[in-house]
């Protein structure tokens, strides 16, 4: 029902800046938590960042003061401003969105098909 499409990645060299978008094509509402979640190479997948519907949100200690999560409803589009990158940051990044009605017996949880990040000089 509800589909997530990734872009804005590429590559670029530390110290830069790289702008994720992550649109939805369906039905996203506000109430939604909307993540990036990255997967390097050997590594495990992490959460980066999350906001709520009520526009709280959360970081990894890895990316705090580096990245910002935002969100623009009225588009259904999360966005992932990442500055200051680092070659750690290097990985493929994924869109998630979250959520469960009302009752809460039915969860809803989407995934992009993720975006590449690269880090190097």
């Known amino acids: 029902q509800v589909q997530l499409v990734e872009s804005g990645g590429g590559l670029v060299q530390p110290g830069g800046s790289l702008k994720l978008s992550c649109a939805a094509s369906?039905?996203?509402?506000?109430?939604?938590?909307m993540g990036w979640y990255r997967q390097a190479p050997g590594k495990q997948r992490e959460l980066v960042a999350l906001?709520?519907?009520?526009?709280?949100?959360k970081y990894a200690d890895s990316v705090q003061g580096r990245f910002t999560i935002s969100r623009d409803n009225a588009k259904n589009t999360v966005y992932l401003q990442m500055n200051s990158l680092k070659t750690e940051d290097t990985a493929i990044y994924y869109c998630?969105?979250?959520?469960?009605?009302?009752?809460?017996?039915?969860?809803?949880?989407?995934w992009g098909q993720g975006t590449r990040v690269a880090v190097s000089s």
């Open positions: 369906g039905s996203i509402f506000s109430i939604y938590t």
């Open positions: 906001i709520t519907g009520a526009m709280r949100t």
């Open positions: 998630n969105a979250y959520s469960t009605d009302f009752e809460g017996v039915t969860e809803y949880d989407y």
